[in-house]
Every structure is written in structure tokens, then in C-alpha cells.
């Protein structure tokens, strides 16, 4: 039941505002526990979304040779890291590959030096049949596109200190709204 709810948030987190128009995100009410899951990040650690209790974060879904909206998401993502609000929330991302074929181990530690991505940011990688796991309990999708490309949905949730899914984003989110949230929602 709760799978149908959050996809019925998520389906109609685009359309309108929040129950608060301060908040840059859509709010997810009522909240309820965001999908844990575990995967293997730019270092070859084991990341899970349950370890980050106690931390704000961020899960959102990225490839590495995207040409156009991932490192703008990731790079204001990163600075959302950076930033004093995100140091005082121990802000962490989550960003889940949607191309299991080319996102090996090397070409994410690749991509986190070519972006500077900071200690916080887990660009997490999987076998397929992991990943669209992960896909399948946020609502992703993800499909080869033209051109070597991956057509997937662009979406960053907000996830709170407890493991609650608090905000949605879309793809234009900035370093400054999120921040926005992070300090009006206390974190």
C-alpha cells in the first residue's frame, strides 16, 4: 500500500505546489519511510540508504555519460554539500545509476573526479537486476535512449534524519532551494 502512495506522490509531485509555497520541494504528506536499499559507490564501499539515519539525504538517479541534465542535477547536488546548511544537516547524496552496462566501477570513479564530487555524494552502481530493483521501489524509469543515451526519470527526493521521504525535486532543482529546505525545515 505504501509502494501505491508513493507513487501517487510522485506522479502528482509535478503538478502544483507544496503544502507549503515557502518550500522550494513538493512535500510528500503524509511522509512515509523511503525504500531502503544497498549498493556499491564510487570507492567500492557498501552504501545504504538505512545507514544515513541520523543525516539528511538526498537519492536521486544518474548516469555517467549523460550529456546534458545529470551533472548539472550532480553538480548542484555537490554544492548543496558544500554549502554551510548542507555541512550543519550532514547532507549526503544518493545518486543510483540508470546505466548498469556503462557505469562500472571505473567510469564512476572517473566521474566523481572529473566533477569533484564531494565525499558526500555516493554515485552507487549495481548489477542490473539490483538496480532496477531500486528502480522499481521509487518509480524509476529507465530505458536506452537514441544515440548511446538513457531516457530515465529525473526526479531527487528529500530524505529526513528518521528515513522519511519529506520533499520531491525535479530536474531543475538549485544548490540554493535545497538549502532553502534544509534550513527552513531545520536540518
Known amino acids: 500500500m ?18 507549503h509555497p515557502k518550500l522550494a ?20 564501499r557498501t552504501v545504504s540508504l538505512a545507514a544515513q539515519r541520523g543525516h539528511w539525504a538526498v537519492v536521486t538517479f544518474l548516469y555517467t555519460h549523460c550529456p546534458d541534465v545529470c551533472p548539472l542535477i550532480a553538480a548542484n547536488l555537490n554544492g548543496a554539500l558544500a554549502s554551510a546548511e548542507g555541512k550543519h544537516a550532514g547532507l549526503r547524496v544518493l545518486a543510483v545509476s540508470v546505466d548498469p552496462r556503462r557505469d562500472t566501477p571505473a567510469a564512476v570513479r572517473t566521474y566523481a573526479v572529473q566533477h569533484r564530487l564531494k565525499p558526500g555524494f555516493h554515485f552507487l552502481i549495481g548489477s ?39 520533499l520531491i525535486y525535479d530536474a531543475t532543482i538549485t544548490t540554493a532551494e535545497l538549502t532553502g529546505d534544509l534550513a527552513k525545515l531545520g536540518a
Do not use: M
Open 128 to 166: 542490473p537486476a539490483k538496480l532496477a530493483g531500486v528502480w522499481r521501489a521509487y518509480h524509476v524509469a529507465a530505458r536506452p535512449g537514441p544515440k548511446g543515451t538513457v531516457t530515465h526519470s529525473t526526479f531527487e527526493i528529500l530524505v529526513d534524519p528518521k528515513g522519511e521521504a519529506r
Open 2 to 19: 505504501r509502494r501505491v502512495a508513493l507513487l501517487a506522490v510522485l506522479l502528482l509531485a509535478g503538478c502544483g505546489g507544496g503544502n
Open 25 to 44: 520541494g513538493n512535500e510528500l504528506t503524509p511522509s512515509s519511510p523511503a525504500p531502503n536499499f544497498s549498493l556499491t559507490d564510487q570507492s567500492g
